[in-house]
């Protein structure tokens, strides 16, 4: 039977000379990364909602008129298809926005954190979390998967 080493492979290891202090740091800069990224996928999903609702609006349409309420058909026609959701933007001018500044200006320094002060090594907060919860010895508690 081969020897599995028991914890975290290289990549997941405090490289010597970090700190608790400056692990704690790159672990909240991470989970902050991973909240952003969370509402990053929230502002896709409304990017698509949005767009999916204009495009529904084509048939509202065309059911006021059937219906007689050709007033109504041209308003929604004239004042809401193809309208802005905030001044001068669609979403996906929202969504390029975001990208390019708020998130990428995130990611860029997460991952420099990362590179300057770890060796460029994620999530060792939580391989470290790991470490310290797990039942060593105990199947579905190991600390990698088997080779």
Request: hydrophobic residues 35%; charged residues 30%; negative net charge.
């Amino acid at each position: 039977m081969a020897h599995v080493e028991d914890g975290p492979d290289a990549a997941h290891q405090r490289p010597a000379g970090v700190d608790d202090a400056t692990v704690r740091a790159l672990g909240k800069l991470s989970e902050a990364l991973e909240t952003v990224e969370r509402a990053r996928g929230h502002l896709y999903s409304v990017h698509q909602l949005i767009g999916h609702a204009d495009l529904m609006l084509d048939e509202a349409v065309e059911l006021f008129r059937a219906a007689g309420h050709s007033g109504f058909a041209d308003r929604i026609g004239r004042e809401l298809i193809g309208r802005n959701v905030i001044a001068g933007r669609w979403t996906f001018q929202i969504v390029e926005d975001f990208d390019d500044g708020y998130y990428g200006t995130f990611r860029t320094l997460e991952t420099q954190a990362r590179d300057e002060l770890a060796g460029g090594r994620r999530h060792l907060y939580e391989a470290e979390m790991k470490e310290r919860r797990r039942t060593r010895g105990l199947p579905g508690h190991e600390a990698r998967p088997a080779c």
